[in-house]
């Protein structure tokens, strides 16, 4: 496929490509450009452009446009989740379910709360300087933003960020991962074809570390949001403060599941696998750390080893597939190291644990230590239930505060005053009471403690992010 500026689709400028890999077999199943400087220079200048245009639309009519495209969005929906299945292995009924009805839902949302976000006036003479004075405040779009999208949710993420940026006023600049943009090249071919000027909304292809720099360092930018790592938001945020760029950033996490001692055993196994096997663990919120009372350790734990005996892993596109590859060779290599590593430092497993079929790794169940790294700030991206036992509430909370990551948490049992002890004691942005970590909804404001991220998405604050307030005062009206 190939990248699309100023609404036309085109080949790098030195005309480089990068091969796209199916984690399933292996094979090379097609290419996109490597933008190079001279692509970005062209994109930002168009992207100046377009936001002079699209800001011109009245919110009406941006709306109209945004929800014509969800209609173009609806019916090409099996074509985008094939993509995303192709490119980094997700099960093709998670990638049905993420394209539709969920992505639909959220998309939807956006744009009921845009219809009707208000702004103030102020009290009249609410102050002896200003008695005669209405003051009055309206938003206004901030400009480019560059909305830079990981490949484990490319489009869940890129819906929370490509339709509150457009609907707010913003021209868009799109930068998925090399691992899986087709179909965020796809996402943004409709809303051209929905009807959003060819220069307010454009993606661009390749190494992300490159185009990053280029485009986070650029003064015409006005915003990045970003979901990704610590590392690379760390270094997105260093770029941008060059320039006082906004930036919005969702990042890593490590997030803790705990397991009170009155908990119902087969639901907490459930709910384990529920949070832990979805998208075959690679997703930022989902439980990683499984804190379990030692007096239902045991019991847990023979359960969930019994529950993974039967879970197949295979082709992502059978229907029957339980468990996918993970996004690459490379990232299951990384996965087997960890694994390794907590083994070195005393870890136990008691099923999986093995890279078999270049991309795949076994369901794995590995009691550690709290001290282990794995216990507190190595996030393992895989199907591995990491299991640390406790004997207080007041140990659980603290072992699951003991990380550099605070992004989404869950507690499960029956005791409520248990229960809010543990939700009012997570260092974490979430806490899912009676359920893991694994918990996103679209007005809900998303969003981590810590090294997990800054700012909220989601709803209403998604978009009072994408737009800045002015004050207009009316002097002597009254």
């Known amino acids: ?21 199916n984690p399933a077999n292996q094979k090379v199943i097609d290419t996109v450009p490597k933008a190079t400087k001279e692509d970005i220079e062209l994109t930002i200048c168009n992207a100046q452009k377009g936001f002079k245009e699209w800001s011109e639309y009245s919110l009406d009519q941006r709306i109209t446009i945004l929800k014509r495209f969800i209609e173009l969005y609806m019916d090409n929906m099996e074509e985008i989740a094939r993509y995303i299945t192709e490119d980094m292995g997700k099960l093709i009924k998670e990638a049905r379910e993420c394209v539709a009805p969920h992505t639909k839902v959220l998309m939807e949302t956006y744009l009921e709360h845009a219809a009707c976000l208000g702004t103030e006036v102020l009290p009249v003479g609410n102050h002896g300087k200003n008695s005669n004075d209405l003051v009055l405040t309206v938003r206004e779009p901030l400009g480019v933003v560059v909305a830079i999208i990981p490949w484990n949710w490319p489009i869940d993420l890129l819906a929370h960020k490509s339709i509150p940026a457009l609907v707010m006023g913003n021209a868009l600049i799109v930068k998925p991962s090399s691992n899986a943009p087709r179909a965020c090249i796809r996402f943004v071919e409709l809303l051209l074809e929905a009807g959003v000027p060819a220069n307010a909304v454009q993606i661009v292809t390749g190494s992300g570390a490159r185009l990053g720099e280029w485009l986070c360092e650029d003064p015409r930018i006005s915003c990045i949001t970003l979901t ?8 997105i945020a260093q770029n941008a403060a060059k320039h006082l760029h906004r930036t919005f950033l969702e990042l890593g996490g490590n997030d803790a599941f705990v397991i009170l001692p009155d908990v119902d055993i087969d639901l907490a196994i459930q709910e384990t696998l529920d949070a832990r096997l979805s998208n075959t663990g690679q997703t930022c919120c989902s439980s990683k750390r499984f804190i379990v ?7 847990y734990i023979s359960g969930l080893v019994d529950a993974l005996k039967n879970v197949k892993l295979g082709d992502p596109m059978d229907a029957n597939t339980q468990c996918a590859p993970l ?18 430092q005393g870890g136990k497993i008691y099923c999986g644990g093995k890279r078999v079929n270049e991309s795949f790794i076994e369901p794995t169940v590995l009691e550690v230590t709290k001290d282990m790294d ?4 190595m996030e393992i991206f895989g199907p591995v239930f990491t299991v640390i036992g406790y004997n207080t509430t007041d140990e659980a909370i603290e072992i699951a505060n003991n990380s550099q990551y605070g992004l989404s948490s869950g507690v499960l049992g029956n005791n409520l005053s248990e229960l809010m002890k543990v939700a009012k004691g997570m260092e974490a942005g979430a806490c899912i009471v009676n359920g893991a970590s694994l918990y996103r909804s679209a007005d809900q404001p998303f969003g981590g403690y810590k090294k997990s991220g800054s700012s909220r998405e989601g709803g209403k604050y998604t978009l009072e992010e994408m737009s800045q307030i002015k004050t207009i005062v009316l002097k002597k009206s009254f």
């Open 1 to 21: 496929m190939k990248m699309i500026i100023g609404g036309k689709k085109v080949d790098s400028s030195d005309g480089n490509v990068s091969n796209l890999i």
């Open 228 to 235: 990704g790592s610590t590392e690379v938001g760390i270094k």
């Open 293 to 299: 009372h030692n007096s239902i350790k045991e019991q």
């Open 327 to 344: 996004a690459s060779k490379k990232a299951a290599i990384e996965v087997e190291n960890q694994i390794r590593l907590s083994v070195e």
């Open 374 to 377: 794995v216990a507190q700030d």
